[in-house]
């Protein structure tokens, strides 16, 4: 008998990613806060593309544990803030030799999440490029098509990220093994350092910051940036982190960062993840980061003040 895929967390990555491989004829069930049971339990909503017709995919809701359905295959998509608090609830669920899938933004919930597990269970990190937003609570827009690159974090199953691999290929997305996957999480750290608390606290979208204004503040984190990467021994991403940086600028230019969004929202965002644990390895290594140490307070004052 086949094994469900379960999905803990019903934003647009979860929704999208739920989707997707529902669509394939996999059993998908999605694990939610007991408020989002009435919407979800219709269906969600996916348009594949900002022009696309709504189709409507059934997947199963649950909003309480269940010892006698383990979860061998969970997808973990909150915040990644929210990514470990999540997880307990639904710990006592996982089975012995579960697969654990973290889509989270930045560093920090990864070691967080691992915590939790046995030496027995796999968990598998990921860096994620698919754009996506919700229209509304259940509702997920496909805006562009990226890639999943994904590696073993913790755990003993070498084959985990393979058969994570084929499920999303499966599904339509675009996935690949990425080992050792911790320089492609600094990578992306490293771009969301710069691009989310710039336009957050600016309030302008991802394309602002190729103008002439925003250069000098975007070089200078990029520098204090490599200053990190050259004592942790991580190459910089192909092309150069700054080079990289700005193809990102240019190539989402109409998007608002999650955590514009998030700040605009009221609700707290992913700065802790993103640039603090950048900040947290800067300290060890004895390195002072004062673009990004202002940039940080900047997004802690503007969330203490919505």
């Known amino acids: 008998m086949e094994q469900v895929i379960y999905v803990l967390g019903a934003g647009s990555l979860g929704l999208l990613y739920a989707s997707r491989l529902a669509?394939?004829?996999?059993?998908?069930?999605?694990?939610?806060k007991h408020s989002q049971t009435n919407s979800l339990g219709l269906g969600i909503?996916?348009?594949e593309g900002e022009a696309a017709l709504a189709k409507r995919v059934f997947v199963r809701v649950r909003s309480e544990p269940s010892a006698e359905t383990p979860i061998y295959q969970l997808i973990l998509a909150t915040k990644a803030g929210q990514a470990a608090a999540a997880l307990s609830k639904w710990q006592d669920q996982l089975a012995d030799n579960a697969e654990i899938l973290m889509l989270q933004n930045g560093l920090g919930s990864q070691a967080e999440v691992a915590n939790l597990l046995t030496l027995n269970q796999t968990l598998l990190a990921a860096s994620v490029t698919e754009g996506a937003y919700l229209e509304k609570a259940g509702a997920v827009v496909h805006a562009g098509k990226g890639v999943t690159q994904l590696g073993r974090w913790s755990?003993?199953?070498k084959d985990a990220a393979a058969r994570w691999v084929s499920r999303l290929t499966i599904a339509g997305l675009t996935a690949e093994v990425t080992e050792p996957i911790r320089p492609v999480l600094w990578h992306k750290l490293a771009i969301n350092s710069v691009i989310n608390p710039l336009t957050a606290v600016n309030r302008v979208e991802n394309g602002a910051l190729a103008s002439r204004e925003y250069k000098p503040q975007v070089?200078?984190?990029?520098?204090?940036?490599?200053q990190v990467f050259k004592r942790l021994g991580i190459a910089e991403p192909e092309g150069g982190l700054l080079y990289r940086v700005e193809?990102?600028?240019?190539?989402?230019?109409a998007n608002r960062s999650s955590m514009l969004q998030?700040?605009?929202a009221g609700k707290k965002t992913e700065i802790d993840y993103i640039t603090g644990s950048l900040l947290k390895a800067a300290k060890v290594l004895k390195l002072n980061?004062?673009?990004?140490q202002a940039l940080y307070e900047a997004v802690k004052e503007a969330e203490h003040s919505d």
């Open 23 to 32: 669509r394939t004829g996999k059993t998908v069930t999605l694990l939610v």
């Open 155 to 157: 755990g003993p199953s």
């Open 289 to 292: 980061l004062p673009v990004h």
């Open 45 to 47: 909503t996916l348009r």
């Open 247 to 253: 193809q990102v600028i240019l190539s989402t230019a």
């Open 219 to 226: 070089d200078a984190l990029c520098a204090e940036l490599l």
């Open 262 to 264: 998030d700040m605009d």
